[in-house]
C-alpha cells in the first residue's frame, strides 16, 4: 500500500520496536527493516524519513552493522539514535570512540531550541542516555545543537540536509520530551501530514478484505483473546457470513470466559458471522490425565487443540481463505522485519494445523502494535471487557496449575482467579497492572477452619509489571487489598486453605506459575 511512511533501519537495538509505535503515536506509519536492507529497495519504498537506531556495536570496529553513504544522499531526511547517530558521523567523516565517562541513566541534557527538532522542548531536559562510545569530532557540515557535561555531542545537525544526530534515546519514556523530538523530526523535518489513524485503517482494510475474498468461504480459530476477536470482527464487517469461526472451548479458560465469548460472537450476538463453538474440555482433561511435567502438558494441549479444530475444519469442508492474528511485532521477531533477534518462545495454541484446506491465508493485523489492535477493537465497536483483555496463554489454565491438571483442580483456580481479579479491579488498580492472576500450587498442607482441620492447597497470587513480557518487576499492591483476596479466597474457594503472594521478578522467575 502506498501510504505516507517513516522507516526504522534496525542495528539490533533494544528499543527497535519502541522507535515504530512513538512515530506511529504521532499518527505516521512506520516500518522497521534491518540495517541489511538494500538501498534500492529502501529507495523505493519513498519513505518520508529515515531513522536509524542504537545497536550493541561500536561503529569503528571492522564487520560492525553499518549502512552505506549512499543513504545520506538521497534527500531524505535522517535520524540517527545513539549508535544510529554515530554511524552518522563514522561514515560521513567525523570521529567516534570510547567515551571517557560511559553515560547510563537520566541525564540532564542543554538543548538549542533553534532546531526544529528541539521546538518547544526545553532548554534544560532530562533525556536517557545509555552508551560506552561517543562523538569525539562530528563530521563536516554539521553543528552540535545539545550537550551534557560529559558528552560535547549529545545531538547534532545538518540542517539543510536534513540530517539530525541525538546520542539519547528520545524513544523512551525516560527522555521527558523524546515525543515531542520525535514529533518535530516526522512534522517538522519530513513534513509528514500524519494520515495514519485507526479508524481509517480500519476501513480500508475492511473494503480491501471484501475485494479479496469475494464471495469465497472464510474460516478463523477464534480464542476469544483480543487479536484473534478483532481479527473476527473486521472479517464479519467485511463479509458477514461468509465467515465461520471456529471457538475450541479447552475447559482450561478463566472463570465464565467460554460463555463470555459466546455472548459476543455466538447467535445472540451483534456480528454476522457462523460460530461453531466446540466444548472439548473432557478431552482435554482425559489427555492430561496424571500429566505433571509443564512442556508435556504444553504439548498435549497444543496438540489436542489442532486435532479439535482439523476435526471441525473438515466438517465444514474447503475453505478459500483461513484467518490469522499475527500482529507487527510477530513478524519483526520472526526475522522478517528488523534485526533484533527477539527469540519467541511462545506460540499460542498449537500453531496452525496442516491439512486444513484452505488457499490463502487473510492477517488483517499484520501491520498493528498491541496498542493499535486494541483501538482497532474499539473503533470496530468490540467490548471494552474483550479489547482490554489482559495476555492469556494458548495453554491457559493448564500452565497455572503446577502438576496435575483436573476438572475439580481448573474450578479452584478459577473462582480464586475470578476473586483477585474482581478485588484488583474494586481497587482501581486493573489498568495499571501488566499482568496478575492465580495459579494452584501442587502444595497442600495443614490449617484449620472454624473446628476442623484442613488439608488444602496452596493458591498463588502473580501480578507484574513490565514493558515487554520479556522481563517483569512485581507489582506492588497494597497489603489491604491482598488481604481482603486471601480471606475472600480462602472463605469462598472450597479445598483452598493458604494464600501466596509471589514476589520473583523475570529473570529469574517467568511471569507464568506452572
Ligand atoms: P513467561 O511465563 O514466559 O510469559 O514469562 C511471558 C508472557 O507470555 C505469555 N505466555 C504465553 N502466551 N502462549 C501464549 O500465547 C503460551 O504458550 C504462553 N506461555 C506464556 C504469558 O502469559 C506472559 O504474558
Not at 476442623?452 to 487489598?481: G, H, K, Q, S
Request: glycine share 8%; net charge negative.
Amino acid at each position: 500500500m502506498n501510504r505516507e511512511k517513516i522507516i526504522v533501519i534496525d542495528f539490533g537495538g533494544q528499543y527497535n520496536q519502541l522507535v515504530a509505535r512513538r512515530v506511529r503515536e504521532c499518527s505516521v506509519y512506520c516500518e522497521i527493516y534491518s540495517y541489511k536492507t538494500d538501498i534500492e529497495q529502501i529507495k523505493a519504498m519513498n519513505p518520508k524519513g529515515i531513522i536509524l537506531t542504537g545497536g550493541p556495536n561500536s561503529c569503528y570496529e571492522e564487520n560492525a552493522a553499518s549502512c552505506s553513504k549512499e543513504l545520506f544522499e538521497l534527500g531524505i531526511p535522517v535520524l540517527g539514535l545513539c549508535y544510529g547517530a554515530q554511524l552518522i558521523m563514522h561514515v560521513l567523516g567525523g570521529r567516534v570512540c570510547k567515551a571517557p565517562v560511559r553515560e547510563y541513566g537520566k541525564i540532564q541534557v542543554t538543548v538549542d531550541t533553534s532546531s526544529k527538532l528541539f521546538r518547544d522542548v526545553s532548554e534544560k531536559t532530562i533525556c536517557w542516555m545509555s552508551h560506552n562510545d561517543y562523538i569525539e569530532r562530528i563530521a563536516p557540515g554539521f553543528e552540535i545543537i545539545a550537550r551534557t557535561s560529559d558528552c560535547p555531542v549529545a545531538a547534532a545537525q545538518w540542517e539543510e540536509r536534513k540530517l539530525y544526530a541525538i546520542q539519547f534515546h528520545p524513544e523512551v519514556l525516560h527522555t521527558k520530551e523524546g515525543s515531542k523530538m520525535l514529533h518535530n523530526f516526522v512534522y517538522k523535518v519530513c513534513g509528514c501530514e500524519g494520515a495514519w489513524r485507526m479508524d481509517t485503517f480500519v476501513e480500508t482494510s475492511i473494503r480491501a478484505i471484501r475485494e479479496k475474498v469475494g464471495s469465497g468461504k472464510v474460516l478463523c480459530a477464534l480464542s476469544g483473546g483480543v487479536d484473534s476477536s478483532v481479527a473476527a470482527v473486521m472479517l464479519s464487517k467485511a463479509v458477514g457470513d461468509q465467515l465461520t469461526c471456529v471457538f475450541v472451548d479447552h475447559g482450561l479458560l478463566r472463570k465464565n470466559e467460554g460463555d463470555e465469548v459466546e455472548e459476543v460472537f455466538g447467535p445472540n450476538g451483534p456480528y454476522d458471522l457462523n460460530f461453531i463453538r466446540v466444548n472439548a474440555q473432557e478431552r482435554f482433561y482425559e489427555k492430561l490425565k496424571g500429566v505433571e511435567e509443564p512442556e508435556k502438558k504444553r504439548k498435549i494441549i497444543g496438540e489436542e487443540f489442532i486435532r479439535v479444530f482439523e476435526e471441525e475444519a473438515k466438517k465444514i469442508g474447503a475453505v478459500e481463505f483461513l484467518v490469522q492474528g499475527t500482529i507487527y511485532p510477530d513478524v519483526v521477531e520472526s526475522g522478517l522485519g528488523g534485526e533484533s533477534a527477539v527469540i519467541k518462545s511462545h506460540h499460542n495454541v498449537g500453531g496452525l494445523p496442516d491439512y486444513v484446506d484452505f488457499k490463502e491465508v487473510i492477517e488483517p493485523l499484520r501491520d498493528l502494535f498491541k496498542d493499535e489492535v486494541r483501538k482497532a477493537g474499539l473503533e470496530l465497536g468490540i467490548p471494552e471487557k474483550l479489547v482490554f483483555r489482559q495476555p492469556f496463554p494458548g495453554p491457559g489454565l493448564g500452565i497455572r496449575i503446577v502438576g496435575e491438571v483436573t476438572a475439580q483442580k481448573v474450578a479452584m483456580v478459577q473462582d480464586a482467579d475470578a476473586i483477585y481479579r474482581e478485588e484488583i479491579a474494586r481497587a482501581g488498580l486493573d489498568k495499571e497492572i501488566g499482568q496478575y492472576f492465580a495459579a494452584l500450587t501442587n502444595m497442600r498442607s495443614v490449617g484449620v477452619m472454624g473446628d476442623e482441620r484442613t488439608y488444602d492447597y496452596a493458591v498463588a497470587l502473580r501480578a507484574v509489571n513490565t514493558v515487554d513480557f520479556m522481563t517483569a518487576e512485581t507489582a506492588e499492591i497494597p497489603f489491604a487489598v491482598l488481604t481482603k483476596v486471601m480471606n475472600r479466597i480462602i472463605n469462598e474457594v472450597k479445598g483452598i486453605n493458604r494464600v501466596f503472594y509471589d514476589l520473583t521478578s523475570k529473570p529469574p522467575g517467568t511471569i507464568e506459575f506452572e
